[in-house]
Antibody, heavy 117, light 108 residues
Framework: EVHLVESGGGLVQPGESLRLSCADS????????MSWVRQAPGKGLEWVAI????????HYVASVKGRFTISRDSAQNSMYLQMSSLRVEDTAVYFC??????????WGQGTLVTVSS | EIVLTQSPGTLSLSPGERATLSCRAS???????LAWYQKKPGQPPRLLID???SRAAGIPDRFSGSGSGTDFTLTITRLEPEDFAVYYC?????????FGGGTKVEIK
């Protein structure tokens, strides 16, 4: 059974950095596209980034390009989101998702990132 | 960027009734790569429908998807108490993989 667990969320000040992790257990991590989706308090879902099974293809939403970096480590069965120059508007619950294509078939429970001074 | 517009914003219905949710795209979605998710507070999204009409594993057959091009529909034939939630469509054809704004299905 697929089981994704996010970690690394917390409270940071504007301009600071944070790295989120998404670890899997129970499925073939290297067979899936992995993505990050966030939900700001009281708002809808926003797709953030996606990375191919082998890491050779990556896409970002415009608002995080140049500030966020998605990566994965098959040896660790983990995916990461390095977030820099954080803004108040980046405050959200961040979910990781996995799928055979670009659809999110499997999801973690999410980790809360709060950017506030 | 493909913009997805969901309507209505809120749907007030009773258990047992039929729910029809709309998702309209600003341009045609290639290969009808349109997904529907259910979202409840404190829970992650749950994939319901993939590729416009393919039910995901374990999803009851009261959920169905239809449509093509720019107009898509999620239908819940008989609402169960656990179906009251927010529903999102997402286009998975062209990055950025945008979501619609959501439709809240609430108990009347």
């Amino acid at each position: 059974e697929v089981h994704l667990v996010e970690s690394g969320g917390g409270l940071v000040q504007p301009g600071e950095s944070l790295r989120l992790s998404c670890a899997d257990s129970g499925f073939s991590f290297s067979s899936y596209w992995m993505s990050w989706v966030r939900q700001a308090p009281g708002k809808g879902l926003e797709w953030v980034a996606i990375i191919k099974e082998d890491g050779s293809e990556i896409h970002y939403v415009a608002s995080v390009k140049g500030r966020f970096t998605i990566s994965r480590d098959s040896a660790q069965n983990s995916m990461y989101l390095q977030m820099s120059s954080l803004r108040v508007e980046d405050t959200a619950v961040y979910f990781c998702a996995a799928g055979e294509g670009w659809t999110g078939s499997y999801w973690g429970q999410g980790t809360l990132v709060t950017v506030s001074s | 960027e493909i913009v997805l517009t969901q309507s209505p914003g809120t749907l007030s219905l009773s258990p047992g009734e039929r729910a029809t949710l709309s998702c309209r795209a600003s341009q045609s979605i290639g290969n009808n790569y349109l997904a529907w998710y259910q979202k409840k507070p404190g829970q992650p999204p749950r994939l319901l429908i993939d590729d416009a009409y393919s039910r995901a594993a374990g999803i009851p057959d009261r959920f169905s998807g239809s449509g093509s091009g720019t107009d898509f529909t999620l239908t819940i034939t008989r609402l169960e108490p656990e179906d009251f939630a927010v529903y999102y469509c997402q286009q998975c054809a062209t990055p950025p993989l945008t979501f619609g704004g959501g439709t809240k299905v609430e108990i009347k």
